[in-house]
């Protein structure tokens, strides 16, 4: 056939639609047919002579539209606060979305407050009042505005940090409505640079844990008792972007993270930290201190636009529960970073018995998530055979999806990431692929 001939065999949209049948919305079907019908046509004109079959791409493409796009991954990766994947896992989804009392109180039949179902945790956790907003960006932008907007703010140079995903402290600062006032250098910023550069516009000292990256050489800032001390004196509040957040002292598994409790007991004014890092629950910034500088953020009319759902407060609020009751394994992140190293070898081990040429070798798990990126824990590793770059890619696709890595030319999988109930399922899929 010709050009022109095949444009005239197309069918119209409403012989199309009509061949796809009652299966999705007519207006649906209809709208994908023009889209395919004209797609058809572009590519025709254009000279293409391969033409699709356009019965199969609108079914294909209507298919697509069914199929969840958020799915649950396999990840053995490795990474336990892996970002692209959703960083903390969680048990279960909390309270789900039906009816709660989201913002009634039972007691006594009135509109209550959404921050109570966390706010009592935290308070017992953290020893100092908290409130909740939607990520730790959120909770940095809205202590800015409310502490320091149309005034100065001060931080080291060796802090003006960018998270990932645009997130730079220089940026949010201005969007802020704050003043920046960097001091000290790249490397090093000592307590005397951060006392010359107060004003009477100083609103507001700042520190800012440097997540994802690690100066080494010749470095040095002040610590927090050092901070703590002059804000004290000139009477400016001090304010930690913690990050991580971590609020159980995870030293035991070879983990060494500052926690919340220890900066707060030791005197910063005000912290926020993520609610999904190293705390290991949903999406969520916290901001917590001083009782009277959380009332002012809690007050700020951005608190609103920032707030967080009741899907996430229930999971952060089972999550809270999990860390005060001291349940660390009902909290995964948690349990993945106590798992024993002898524990991981014996699944690995159990997982390839029926894998020819698969084997377990030593290696390392990385905390990940914009938290501690110089921290790793001993693993054992699977390591299989064949094209790693083949074997990355059919795994990607299989169902579930696995997440492997690649080191050293092998696939590498680590079992500290994949949760034991998910052992039978990913062994099916190593055999089916070996
Ligand atoms: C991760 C991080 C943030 C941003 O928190 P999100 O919850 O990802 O929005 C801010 N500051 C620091 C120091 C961080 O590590």
Not at 100 to 126: F, I, M, Q
């Amino acid at each position: 056939m010709n050009i022109p001939d095949r444009y005239r065999a197309l069918p119209s949209v409403d012989e199309l639609a009509n061949r796809i049948g009652a299966e999705f919305p007519r207006d649906l079907v209809v709208s994908e047919c023009r889209l395919v019908l004209a797609d058809i046509r572009a590519a025709l004109r254009s000279g293409a002579t391969d033409v699709p079959d356009v019965e199969a791409t609108v079914r294909r493409n209507l298919d697509a539209l069914r199929r969840p796009s958020l799915r649950r991954v396999i990840n053995a990766s490795g990474v336990i606060l892996h970002t692209n994947l959703g960083r903390a896992p969680l048990n279960r989804q909390g309270l789900a979305g039906w009816y709660s009392n989201l913002e009634y109180d039972l007691a006594t039949g009135r509109r209550g407050k959404r921050d109570v179902h966390t706010s009592v945790l935290l308070e017992r956790l953290l020893g100092s009042p908290a409130v909740v907003v939607n990520n730790g960006a959120a909770a940095v932008f809205l202590v800015l505005h409310e502490l320091a907007a149309g005034a100065e703010v001060i931080v080291s140079r060796g802090e003006l940090i960018e998270i990932g995903d645009g997130f730079r402290i220089p940026d949010i600062m201005q969007r802020s409505g704050a003043r920046l006032v960097e001091v000290g250098t790249t490397n090093r910023t000592r307590i005397g640079d951060y006392r010359d550069a107060i004003t009477d516009r100083t609103a507001l000292l700042l520190r800012v844990h440097p997540s994802n990256f690690r100066i080494e050489g010749f470095t040095g800032r002040p610590g927090v008792e050092e901070l703590v001390g002059l804000a004290r004196e000139r009477g400016i509040p001090l304010y930690e972007d913690m990050g991580s957040g971590c609020l159980a002292d995870l030293g035991q598994s070879g983990v060494y993270e500052p926690t919340v409790q220890s900066s707060l007991s030791q005197g910063v004014d005000l912290v926020s930290f993520s609610g999904d890092k190293l705390l290991g629950g949903p999406q969520a910034g916290i901001i917590a201190g001083n009782g009277e500088l959380v009332q002012r953020v809690r007050r700020n009319p951005m608190f609103r636009a920032l707030r967080v759902d009741k899907l996430v407060i229930g999971a952060l609020e089972e999550t809270l529960r999990c860390l005060l009751l001291q349940q660390w394994n009902e909290v995964p992140v948690l349990r993945m970073l106590r798992q024993d190293v002898e524990a991981i070898r014996e699944r690995a081990e159990q997982m390839i018995a029926r894998i020819a040429g698969a084997e377990v070798v030593p290696g390392e798990s990385l905390l990940g998530g914009g938290s501690t990126p110089e921290q790793s824990l001993p693993t054992y590793l699977i390591a299989l055979p064949g094209d790693p770059v083949k074997l990355e890619a059919a795994l990607r696709a299989a169902t579930p999806p696995v997440i492997a890595r690649i080191e050293n030319d092998y696939l590498v999988l680590d079992l500290r990431t994949v949760a034991s109930e998910e052992d039978v399922e990913l062994t099916a899929l190593l055999e089916n692929l070996a």
